[in-house]
């Protein structure tokens, strides 16, 4: 049985991964120190002898008995409130834990994938954001800290290709969304869709002008399944093209929810990017991947999915 380290694995995509390489026959060890994830999002998989779970900080010293094929970092605080709250884990994790793991995955002659973001690019000055683009990221501002420790991670999973002849690959996720993620995490999703469900006003931030492309979790997962098994190291963008402004995804959230509150408008935060659009083509070439799910089904599954949380959940500010 082929045996995969996910680390993140109590978190939103981590564990949507679990689930995928469960179903795949995979011998799954979950690695998570809970600093933004929750044991509910993989609670179904305790009871399976194929799944084990290690409460762990990737950001210090990591070790896994046994032999291991595969590792999938994705453990790092991933919106905007949890990586300003915890700015210096945030480093930690994208550099101390990657370099860890970049160890582990050495040892055991395991092939390691990381999770990067569409954040490398920073506020981009190329559009659609194609993988060739070196970014334009302000390292000294609020979202470099995030920003930083992912570029970071990517050149530091690079040098151990190069130089220690690692199997690595490198996606770029987009903005992806779904059931699972935290209703209070402040992304812009759970923030809408959270404020549809307790009666408040839609908060856009900034004239709402910008604009974002919105990924459905499980196109994603299957993207990332099919670059771990590719033989492609160089990044590859995964995410879905269909880009809409902000204030037209408020107005998508209010008709889907029927609420009849309104928008109103708070401060744009600094470095907020105006714009982000994938350019997927290398992703269709290598992988024959694209995303199958449209926004208005993925929109409905995820609304679901909030609606059915138990009603002191909406109010929970840690969740
Ligand atoms: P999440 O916050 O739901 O999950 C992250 C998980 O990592 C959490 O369970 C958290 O407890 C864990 N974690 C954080 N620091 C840790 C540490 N030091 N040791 C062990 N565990 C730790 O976020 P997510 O949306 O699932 O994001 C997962 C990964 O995907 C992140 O690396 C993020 O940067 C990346 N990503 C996500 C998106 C997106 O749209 N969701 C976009 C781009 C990149
Ligand atoms: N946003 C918003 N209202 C909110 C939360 C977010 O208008 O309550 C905006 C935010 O300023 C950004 C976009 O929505 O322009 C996406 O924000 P999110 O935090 O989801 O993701 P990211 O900025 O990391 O892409």
Same mark, same amino acid.
């Given at each position: 049985?082929k ?8 978190g939103f995509?981590?564990?949507h !991964?679990?689930d ?11 690695m *998570?120190?809970l600093? @933004?994830g929750?044991?509910s999002?993989?609670e ?51 550099? !101390?834990?990657?370099?860890n ?7 055991k002659?395991?092939r390691?994938?990381?999770?990067s973001t569409s ?14 683009y &070196? ?10 800290v995030?920003?930083e420790?992912k570029?970071f991670q990517?050149?530091?999973t690079?040098?151990?290709h190069?130089y ?11 903005n992806t969304?779904?059931?699972?993620m935290?209703?209070n995490?402040g ?11 307790? $009666?408040e *006003?839609? @908060?856009?931030?900034g ?6 492309s ?5 196109d994603?997962v299957? $993207?990332i399944?099919r670059?771990?098994?590719?033989? &492609?190291?160089? =990044?590859?963008n995964?995410?879905? =093209? ?12 209010i ?8 928008v ?6 600094k ?6 659009q994938?350019?997927i083509?290398?992703? +269709? ?5 694209? =995303? +199958?799910?449209s926004?208005?089904?993925? !929109?409905k599954?995820?609304?679901? &999915? ?14």
């Open positions: 049985m045996r995969v380290l996910i680390t993140g694995a109590a995509l981590g564990s !991964l679990c995928r390489f469960i179903k795949e026959g995979y011998h799954v060890i979950g *998570d120190n600093i @933004t929750h044991l999002n993989i179904h998989l305790m009871p399976l002898e194929q799944f084990e779970f290690h409460h762990h900080d990737v950001s210090k010293f990591v070790h896994v008995a046994g032999k291991l094929d595969y590792i999938l970092h994705f453990a790092s605080p991933a919106s905007p409130i949890d990586y300003l709250k915890i700015p210096i884990q945030t480093l930690k994790v994208g550099s !101390l834990g990657t370099h793991l970049l160890g582990l995955a050495l040892n002659g395991a390691m994938l990381i999770a954040e490398v690019y920073g506020d981009p000055m190329v559009h659609p954001q194609t993988e060739e &070196y970014g334009n990221v302000n390292p000294v501002g609020p979202r470099g995030y920003d420790a570029r990517e050149a530091m690079m040098a151990y190069t220690h002849k690692l199997e690595t690959r490198i996606v770029r996720i987009f969304y779904g059931p699972r935290r209703l995490d992304r812009v999703l759970p923030a809408f869709i959270g404020q549809a469900l307790r $009666g *006003d839609l @908060t856009v931030f004239d709402g002008s910008q604009t974002r919105f990924c459905y979790v499980d994603l299957e $993207g399944y670059l771990l098994l590719s033989d &492609y190291a160089q =990044p590859v995964i995410g879905n =093209p269909d880009e809409i402004t902000i204030s037209q995804f408020a107005e998508e959230i008709k889907l929810t029927g609420t009849q509150q309104k109103i408008y708070k401060p744009l935060p470095d907020d990017p105006m714009q982000r994938p350019n083509d290398k992703a +269709k070439q290598i992988l024959g991947w694209e =995303p +199958k799910i926004r208005a089904e993925g !929109l599954i995820t609304y679901d &999915y909030f609606k059915s949380l138990p009603e002191e959940k909406l109010f929970d500010k840690d969740h």
